[in-house]
C-alpha cells in the first residue's frame, strides 16, 4: 500500500480534473477523480484521502453537502472549495462549515495553487502560528468551535482581496478582528484606518469620508484628504456601518464599485485602492427588508460575512479572556502580579456579560484598580455583577453588621448629627442629587468641628493626607460607577461625568498610578 499523499478531485468539468491530476501527480502524489456525487461517495468508499479539492456546483449534488459528508467520513481530510467569483459569499460559508480553503476558477497563478495544496497538507504545522497571532494581535481564540471555525475563515479571508462584512453585538471585538485580518493580509505594511460611521452627523461624515476642496464649506480654509485617501493601498474598517445616511450609502457604493469618488465642493475624480471591512451590530439584512439599508450596498459588502458570537455563547474561554486582560494590565501599570479568588472568578464566569469582552477587559481593570492585595476578592469586583450572581444562585444578601448599619444609615431630617462616625462616600452614593450633597458635606463639616479635640492630638499634614486619600478614593468609585453604568463604554462613561473623553482617560491613568 503507497504512503503517499492521496489527493481527490471532484468537479463536473472534466478539463479541470485533468489538470489537477496532471499537476498533483508531476509531484509524486496519489490521485482520485470524480464528475458527480456519487462517484464522490464511491470514492470515499474506497480511499483514504489527505485533501480534496470539491467543486461547488455538480450535476446531482451541492459541494457544501459533499463537504459534510467528507467532514463526517474522513474528518482528518482537508477540503479545499473550487468556486466562481459569483459563488464566493457560498466559499466562505464553506470555510466556516470546515473547508481548508477555497480558489477560484480560472487558475491564474500555478505557483500559489500549489503553495496552496502544500499548505493543506501541512494543516497542522499552520494551526501552531495561531497562539503567536493571538499574542501578537490581542484576538483571543480559545476553545470555542465557533471561534476556532471564525478564525480559519478570518486567516483565509485574509489573503483575499475581498470585502469583509464582521457582525456582533456590541463590544464582541469587531475592531480587533477587522486588525487581525489586516495584519495577516497583503496590505499588512499598509495603513490600517478605523472609522466610527455612527460618530458624524451626515454632512460632518462625507467630509471625513471623502475630504474637502478649500471653501467648499463655511470653514473649509484648505483641502483635507478624507480617510479614503489616507487608507489608499491599505485597509479601511468601517464601523457601524448601518448608521449612514442614505446619501452616504450611494457614495459608498461608487467607491466599492469603481475605487471612485469626489471630495466635498470637487470636480475632480479621485481614485484609491482600498480594501473595506464593514462592521454592525445590527441585522443589516433585516433593515434591507425594512429599507432602511440600500441592498446592492449591502450585497457588495456582504461578499464575505463573519459573524461573532457573543461572550455568553463561548464561557469556556472566559478563564482565558481574564488572565489576558489580568496580565496585561498587571504589565501596563507595573502591579504586583495577581489574580482571582474561586469565588470571584466563579462569579465573573456565571455573569452574562451584556457589554460582551469591552465590558469584561473593564471589569478586569476596574477589580486591579480596586484591589488592595494579590489576591482579587469579591468585593473588587462591580456590585451590579455580584448582586446578580447571588439573586440568580438564591443566595440572600449577606446581613450587615450593626457596625454596618450605622455607618450606612441615613442622617436624620434634624441637623442633630448621629453619635458614631458619618462616612461621606456612602451618604453620596445615598443621596445623589446635588443639593441633597451640598446639605450632607455641610452637616459632615459640622460634625467633624464639633468633635475635633486638639487635646487629644491633631496633625494637620497627616489629615491632609488622608483627605486626598478620601477623595482619591471617591474619584475612583465615581468613575468606575459610570464605566459599570455603560458597560466600560468611556465615550459614554464621559458624558455621565460631564467632562470629555480625553480628562477621563488622564482621570483613569492618574488613578491607575500605585
Known amino acids: 500500500m503507497s504512503n503517499k499523499p492521496r489527493f481527490l478531485v471532484v468537479d463536473d468539468e472534466r478539463e479541470v480534473c485533468n489538470f489537477f491530476s496532471y499537476l498533483l501527480k508531476n509531484k509524486g502524489?496519489?490521485?482520485?477523480?470524480?464528475?458527480?456525487?456519487?462517484?464522490?461517495?464511491?470514492?470515499?468508499?474506497?480511499?483514504?484521502?489527505?485533501?480534496?479539492?470539491?467543486?461547488?456546483?455538480?450535476?446531482?449534488?451541492?459541494?457544501?453537502?459533499?463537504?459534510?459528508?467528507?467532514?463526517?467520513?474522513?474528518?482528518?481530510?482537508?477540503?479545499?472549495?473550487?468556486?466562481?467569483?459569483?459563488?464566493?459569499?457560498?466559499?466562505?460559508?464553506?470555510?466556516?462549515?470546515?473547508?481548508?480553503?477555497?480558489?477560484?476558477?480560472?487558475?491564474?497563478?500555478?505557483?500559489?495553487?500549489?503553495?496552496?495544496?502544500?499548505?493543506?497538507?501541512?494543516?497542522?504545522?499552520?494551526?501552531?502560528?495561531?497562539?503567536?497571532?493571538?499574542?501578537?494581535?490581542?484576538?483571543?481564540?480559545?476553545?470555542?468551535?465557533?471561534?476556532?471555525?471564525?478564525?480559519?475563515?478570518?486567516?483565509?479571508?485574509?489573503?483575499?482581496?475581498i470585502t469583509?462584512?464582521?457582525?456582533?453585538?456590541?463590544?464582541?471585538?469587531?475592531?480587533?478582528?477587522?486588525?487581525?485580518?489586516?495584519?495577516?493580509?497583503?496590505?499588512?505594511?499598509?495603513?490600517?484606518?478605523?472609522?466610527?460611521?455612527?460618530?458624524?452627523?451626515?454632512?460632518?461624515?462625507?467630509?471625513?469620508?471623502?475630504?474637502?476642496?478649500?471653501?467648499?464649506?463655511?470653514?473649509?480654509?484648505?483641502?483635507?484628504?478624507?480617510?479614503?485617501?489616507?487608507?489608499?493601498?491599505?485597509?479601511?474598517?468601517?464601523?457601524?456601518?448601518?448608521?449612514?445616511?442614505?446619501?452616504?450609502?450611494?457614495?459608498?457604493?461608487?467607491?466599492?464599485?469603481?475605487?471612485?469618488?469626489?471630495?466635498?465642493?470637487?470636480?475632480?475624480?479621485?481614485?484609491?485602492?482600498?480594501?473595506?471591512?464593514?462592521?454592525?451590530?445590527?441585522n443589516l439584512q433585516l433593515k434591507v427588508e425594512n429599507n432602511q439599508f440600500r441592498e446592492d450596498l449591502f450585497y457588495r459588502l456582504d461578499v464575505a460575512s463573519l459573524f461573532i458570537p457573543p461572550l455568553r455563547e463561548r464561557t469556556e474561554d472566559i478563564p482565558l479572556f481574564i488572565n489576558y486582560f489580568l496580565e496585561k494590565e498587571i504589565k501596563a501599570k507595573g502591579t504586583e502580579t495577581k489574580r482571582f479568588s474561586e469565588e470571584a472568578l466563579e462569579i465573573l464566569m456565571q455573569y452574562n456579560w451584556p457589554g460582551n469582552i469591552r465590558e469584561l477587559a473593564n471589569t478586569v481593570a476596574q477589580a486591579v484598580l480596586l484591589s488592595n492585595s494579590p489576591i482579587i476578592r469579591t468585593e473588587d469586583l462591580p456590585q451590579r455583577i455580584v448582586k446578580k450572581y447571588r439573586e440568580e444562585s438564591g443566595l440572600a444578601q449577606e446581613t450587615p453588621s450593626e457596625t454596618q448599619k450605622e455607618e450606612t444609615a441615613p442622617l436624620p431630617e434634624d441637623d442633630t448629627a448621629p453619635e458614631h462616625d458619618l462616612k461621606p462616600v456612602e451618604l453620596f452614593h445615598s443621596h445623589p442629587r446635588g443639593k441633597e450633597l451640598e446639605k450632607i458635606l455641610a452637616r459632615f463639616e459640622e460634625h467633624f468641628l464639633k468633635n475635633l479635640n486638639f487635646k487629644q492630638g491633631f496633625a494637620l499634614s497627616s489629615f491632609q493626607d488622608d483627605l486626598k486619600v478620601w477623595h482619591s478614593n471617591l474619584i475612583k468609585?465615581?468613575?468606575?460607577?459610570?464605566?459599570?453604568?455603560?458597560?466600560?463604554?468611556?465615550?459614554?462613561?464621559?458624558?455621565?461625568?460631564?467632562?470629555?473623553?480625553?480628562?477621563?482617560?488622564?482621570?483613569?491613568?492618574?488613578?491607575?498610578?500605585?
Open 164 to 282: 469583509v462584512l464582521i457582525q456582533g453585538e456590541t463590544g464582541t471585538g469587531k475592531e480587533v478582528l477587522a486588525r487581525y485580518i489586516h495584519a495577516v493580509s497583503h496590505r499588512s505594511e499598509r495603513p490600517f484606518l478605523a472609522f466610527n460611521c455612527g460618530a458624524f452627523t451626515e454632512t460632518l461624515l462625507e467630509s471625513e469620508l471623502f475630504g474637502h476642496e478649500k471653501g467648499s464649506f463655511t470653514g473649509a480654509g484648505s483641502r483635507k484628504k478624507g480617510i479614503f485617501e489616507l487608507a489608499h493601498r491599505g485597509t479601511l474598517f468601517l464601523d457601524e456601518i448601518d448608521s449612514a445616511s442614505s446619501a452616504i450609502q450611494v457614495k459608498l457604493l461608487r467607491v466599492l464599485e469603481s475605487g471612485e469618488f469626489l471630495r466635498v465642493g470637487g470636480e475632480e475624480l479621485c481614485k484609491v485602492d482600498v480594501r473595506i471591512i464593514a462592521a454592525t451590530n445590527a
Open 477 to 514: 468609585k465615581i468613575i468606575t460607577e459610570a464605566l459599570q453604568t455603560t458597560y466600560g463604554n468611556q465615550l459614554k462613561a464621559a458624558k455621565l461625568l460631564n467632562i470629555t473623553p480625553r480628562a477621563l482617560r488622564y482621570y483613569l491613568k492618574e488613578k491607575q498610578k500605585p
Open 29 to 161: 502524489y496519489e490521485v482520485e477523480t470524480a464528475n458527480t456525487g456519487k462517484e464522490t461517495l464511491d470514492k470515499l468508499a474506497s480511499f483514504q484521502f489527505n485533501v480534496a479539492l470539491v467543486d461547488l456546483k455538480l450535476p446531482d449534488n451541492d459541494g457544501l453537502n459533499i463537504l459534510k459528508i467528507i467532514k463526517e467520513k474522513q474528518p482528518e481530510c482537508e477540503v479545499i472549495i473550487i468556486t466562481g467569483y459569483s459563488t464566493v459569499k457560498s466559499a466562505v460559508e464553506a470555510i466556516q462549515l470546515g473547508a481548508f480553503d477555497y480558489v477560484e476558477k480560472p487558475f491564474v497563478d500555478i505557483e500559489e495553487m500549489e503553495m496552496l495544496l502544500e499548505k493543506a497538507l501541512n494543516v497542522h504545522t499552520e494551526l501552531e502560528k495561531l497562539d503567536k497571532f493571538q499574542e501578537e494581535y490581542g484576538f483571543v481564540v480559545g476553545k470555542n468551535p465557533k471561534m476556532l471555525r471564525l478564525i480559519a475563515a478570518a486567516q483565509k479571508i485574509a489573503k483575499k482581496n
